[in-house]
């Protein structure tokens, strides 16, 4: 009889220490179990966030890709109009056509590799240079009628400006504006940040013929804002407005992003 209550005592005292090493090594086993399950979600949301930045790129290099198309179909007609006007001076003016032709060669080099090449992100200091040399150009095509002004800061040359964005809105106030005048025409650039610095100003004024019912719908601004919606969604617009004292003013709002050094 007591061996018989010995061995019960004895069984109940291991399955109550057996009990006690369970709720003692719970957590451990727990933790153990949940370190691969915590990393395999890591995981997973590593995988998607990769997957998204991956779409995000895409569909930002199309916008661009998709921009630099437009511009390719526009610089024939623009090419044409250059050489006629070559043509001409050439008659009339020999050292007006030699600058001509000098302001002609450093277009395309400013324009040709970025259409010809990645279509990835340009910095501001990089679009304002093409449109020197456009400005430069229509200059002396029309006869020394135009001027222009820039002014953007230092702080925001390395700002990410989408290829040929504002090449498209200079283009439309030289074509709308200047080239309608008589008289001569000034294109002022202007660039800052917003408020809140989240966002940058780009306006380019003239105080050409001013804005007209068809100013808005050309193909170059119809294009433009499909691309802004494109690339930044509902971050970045692109308005024009009548000046008071006549001509246009284009403004262009994107997201300030800097470009990334590799």
């Known amino acids: ?71 390719a179909q526009i610089e024939p007609h623009f090419l044409f109009n250059t050489l006629a006007s070559l043509r001409a001076l050439i008659r009339e003016n020999v050292d007006q056509a030699e600058g001509l032709v000098d302001a002609l060669v450093s277009h395309l080099r400013a324009v040709l590799p970025r259409i010809r090449g990645d279509a ?19 200059s002396i095509r029309l006869d020394g009628r135009l001027s222009y002004r820039i002014d953007a800061p230092d702080s925001l040359q390395d700002a990410v400006v989408p290829p040929l964005m504002l090449l498209t809105l200079v283009e439309n106030a030289i074509k709308h504006g200047i080239e309608p005048k008589s008289d001569a025409g000034h294109v002022r650039i202007e660039v800052q940040p917003s408020i809140d ?25 119809a294009n433009l804002r499909e691309q802004l919606a494109l690339r930044y969604g509902d971050r970045a617009s692109l308005s024009l407005t009548s000046r008071g004292a006549g001509g246009t003013i284009a403004s262009l709002l994107i997201p300030y992003e800097r470009v990334q050094a590799t």
Do not use: K
């Open 120 to 138: 990835g992100a340009t910095t501001l200091s990089d679009q304002l240079a093409i449109c020197v040399s456009y400005l430069e150009l229509m």
């Open 197 to 221: 610095s989240a966002r940058i100003i780009i306006a380019v004024r003239d105080d050409g013929a001013g804005f007209t019912d068809t100013t808005n719908d050309g193909l170059g601004l």
């Open 1 to 71: 009889m007591g061996a018989l209550l010995f061995a019960l005592i004895l069984e109940g005292t291991v399955r109550a220490h057996a009990m006690i090493a369970a709720v003692l090594l719970l957590p451990v086993i727990a933790a153990c179990c949940a370190i691969p399950a915590a990393r395999l979600i890591e995981r997973s949301f590593e995988s998607r966030h990769r997957r998204e930045l991956a779409e995000v790129r895409r569909r930002q290099q199309e916008a661009n890709f998709r921009l630099l198309l437009l511009q």
